[in-house]
């Protein structure tokens, strides 16, 4: 991993923790999908695996997120099908949970220098030690 290689260069000794995994809910986000692939056909592909209420393609970059009908549903997909060949593909697909909905990088709930937020725990520079 290039990230490791950074921090050995820089003479750290421990890597940096893992990203956060995703809560687990019904809603799973699918990467790795082969070009021109569309709803329907991630419908039936993953049907197989579960019961799906809802589907929805993210632009033509091969990426989807299926809501399936439970968590127990959505966390075995995950568990036992990320990295591996989905039955109709023929290339392994990326499998995780989907972030909640309104909690992507576009958000505008807490966050930046808001009390709580990024900012919490910095040291501030004009007088104010760490906040």
């Known amino acids: 991993r290039p990230e490791l290689l950074v921090w050995r260069l820089l003479g750290r000794i421990h890597p940096p923790p893992p990203p956060a995994m995703a809560q687990p809910s019904a809603r799973v986000f699918f990467g790795g999908l082969p070009a021109g692939t ?16 809802s589907c929805k ?7 989807a997120v299926v809501e399936f009908a439970s968590v127990d549903e959505a966390t075995w997909i995950v568990e036992n099908l990320n990295g591996n060949i989905a039955q109709g593909l023929s290339t392994p697909v990326t499998c995780r949970f989907d972030n909640p909905k309104g909690g992507g990088k576009g958000d505008k709930g807490a966050g930046g220098w808001a009390p709580g937020g990024k900012g919490a725990g910095r040291w501030e520079p004009y007088g104010g030690g760490f906040k």
């Open 38 to 53: 569309d709803e329907a056909t991630v419908h039936s592909i993953f049907s197989a695996y579960g019961n799906i209420q």
């Open 57 to 63: 393609l993210l632009g033509a970059a091969g990426n």
